[in-house]
């Protein structure tokens, strides 16, 4: 067993665990930690407990000290910095003509870095940009490229629901949101209506999905029949808030009744159960101009049996081409040159002359003629 306290180093940013090391910060007290890019400020937001070796992946860094009031003081200086680097940033952007766009500026707690946040709709050669911004701040330089997503989270605003958005308020992780759950949850496929701020879906989608989840395999889909107390019907719609069905059932009157039912008052329908029925499907009426005779019906059933009846015949295969070996070996067994004749011909049409058959007609029509 190991013992742990959780740090975070941003507003809604990710948890960081790490060793106390002898140190008993409360949630809420700010500490000095050592990170893989240095030494950092950050604040306790879960106090000590004990986890599994098993879920240790890495070798846990220490917690330095609590942070003094001077530690405090210099992260504000940094804030100011900050804003005079992005001021800075933003009018070299300007001068190089690059096409990215500037989110926010971090200065290490060391300040022996800058970060500089940006976006981008491809690959940006920033190497010019990188030597002018080392030229004037003296310290080292590191431009990272971001999402839309990490975006919103550093910048931060209003959703549609009127609340600040969820993963610049708590969300630590983004989670894969799919299309798929806003089917499921009956939501309109509007985008303008499931996306964010960033353009993409909205993380809120996930909170309820394993909810829906639990109650969809409880029931069988729309369409599909289903048991009540009143007989079995055909489930019209599914409510997973309040865990209820519609169902179109028969009433005595040979009409159909849709009614509301308790997820837990239905149940599958199970071999002996009989079948839903359904309204019957109308035939379409004769066309007019075209009336039908009464035997139509016996005709149709007739020429069904016979199209059955019929030998279907496959279509004939193509020729096969021949290599210049295999023809040669065919035109010395005979077979190439009962093939050259007709091509022969082919050959004597196109050119105007007639093909040796016609003449060899007409030359037997002509002594038929003399002997005559």
Request: glycine residues 8%; contains cysteine; charged residues 35%.
């Amino acid at each position: 067993m190991a013992t742990v306290i959780g740090v975070r180093f941003k507003k809604a940013g990710k948890v960081y665990y790490f060793d106390p090391d002898g140190i008993w910060p409360r949630p809420g007290d700010y500490v000095i930690v050592e990170t893989a890019r240095g030494i950092e400020f950050g604040e306790v937001v879960t106090g000590s407990r004990s986890v599994n070796d098993a879920q240790i992946t890495t070798q846990l860094k220490k917690v330095i000290r609590i942070a003094t009031e001077e530690d405090v003081r210099r992260v504000e200086n940094n804030e100011k910095r900050e804003q005079e680097a992005f001021a800075i940033c933003q009018e070299r952007i300007a001068r190089h003509k690059l096409d990215m766009k500037l989110v926010s500026v971090e200065y290490t707690f060391d300040n022996n870095k800058i970060i500089f946040y940006f976006t981008a709709n491809g690959r940006v050669d920033f190497r010019d940009l990188v030597k002018d911004l080392a030229s004037v701040f003296k310290i080292r330089i590191e431009l990272r490229q971001i999402g839309v997503r990490d975006e919103a989270k550093m910048l931060g605003g209003l959703g549609s629901c009127g609340r600040p958005i969820c993963c610049g308020a708590f969300l630590g992780d983004f989670q894969p949101v799919s299309i798929k759950m806003a089917k499921e949850q009956n939501l309109s496929l509007n985008p303008t209506k499931i996306s964010g701020q960033c353009g993409r879906l909205m993380c809120c989608l996930k909170y309820e999905q394993d909810n829906y989840e639990q109650v969809l395999k409880r029931v069988p889909r729309v369409g599909k029949d289903i048991v009540t107390p009143d007989g079995v019907g055909v489930i019209t719609e599914i409510n997973c808030i309040k865990e209820t069905v519609k169902v179109r059932i028969i009433v005595d009157d040979d009409s159909f009744d849709v009614r509301e039912y308790a997820i837990d008052d239905v149940r599958r329908p199970g071999p002996d159960d009989a079948a839903a029925i359904r309204e019957q499907r109308q035939d379409r009426p004769p066309r007019r101009g075209k009336p039908q005779p009464e035997n139509a019906g016996e005709a149709d059933a007739d020429g069904e049996a016979e199209e059955g009846r019929k030998k279907r015949y496959p279509h004939q295969k193509a020729p096969k081409n021949l290599s210049t070996d295999q023809f040669l070996e065919r035109l010395k067994d005979g077979e190439g040159a009962q093939g050259a004749a007709p091509r022969e011909n082919r050959r004597r049409r196109n050119r105007g002359a007639k093909p040796e058959e016609e003449r060899s007609q007409e030359a037997s029509g002509e002594q038929a003629q003399e002997e005559a």
